[in-house]
């Protein structure tokens, strides 16, 4: 069974897609998306030895080993990409998932649909999808232990990306679900605090004030969301 982040990675793959599922540690997520008709081929893939083992064992106990091949890749380097539809990379920081998407053509050739889970700086991964002509489809935020993930959903489409740096923050997070609430909220006391902090340096004096000023657009839409 899957936890709540990785349930909601799995809502947003294609129905009958190919996919591969990059950092898939112990394929928990390919299993799943096999066992339940979602995908009818996934690639688990990972770089580190010790992952790619439990995935191994993973798949063979599940009993699907004709259908998830497990394979050792930096990103999507050595995924045999060809008829792939669907790609998640979930677990990682915002800017590694940049980094690993931008150097794959292919994901742009093909608009493959794109499901990334970053563990921080989700701003930074916004921003680079948004600049590199990825749209962002949906969105939701997910709780999980003591933490607050996004999981956003994303394709190459860039007449319909967005430039705004407050849309960098705060994405399409806008269904104000209680998952959502509380991840914008946390987001808002963070920038509070760093803006804060920064308003009184000279060289960080701009980035500060940005902060804030993003950090209040935050609370009003929370206010108007909430009514």
């Known amino acids: 069974m899957l936890d709540k982040r990785l349930a909601v990675c799995a809502s947003y793959v294609n129905k009958n897609s190919i996919a591969a599922d990059i950092g898939t540690d112990h394929a928990y997520l390919p299993v799943y998306l096999i066992k339940n008709g979602i995908s ?3 690639y688990a893939c990972d770089i580190k030895e010790g992952p790619l083992k439990a995935a191994s064992l993973t798949v063979v106990q599940s009993g699907y080993a004709d259908k998830i091949s497990v394979v050792r890749s930096d990103g999507l380097d050595s995924v045999p990409l060809s008829g792939v539809t669907d ?4 677990g990682m920081g915002g800017e590694t998932i940049a980094e690993i998407i931008g150097r794959c053509d292919y994901l742009k050739e093909n608009k493959v649909n794109l499901i990334l889970q970053p563990m921080t700086r989700a701003h930074t991964l916004r921003r680079f999808m948004c600049i590199s002509g990825f749209s962002i489809k949906a969105e939701a935020a997910v709780r999980s232990g003591e933490f607050c993930y996004t999981v956003i959903n994303a394709e190459y489409s860039p007449e319909k990306t967005n430039s705004d740096e407050y849309y960098f923050y705060t994405g399409e997070l806008s269904n104000l679900k209680p ?3 509380e991840y914008l909220s946390r987001l808002k006391n963070k920038l509070t605090v760093s803006g804060e902090g920064m308003k009184n340096s000279s060289d960080k004096k701009a980035k500060g004030e940005k902060n804030i000023e993003i950090a209040n657009k935050i609370s009003e839409f929370l206010k108007e969301g909430i009514k």
Request: no cysteine; hydrophobic share 70%; aromatic share 10%.
């Open 40 to 42: 009818r081929f996934v």
């Open 179 to 181: 998952d959502d609430i």
């Open 87 to 90: 790609v998640i990379v979930a």
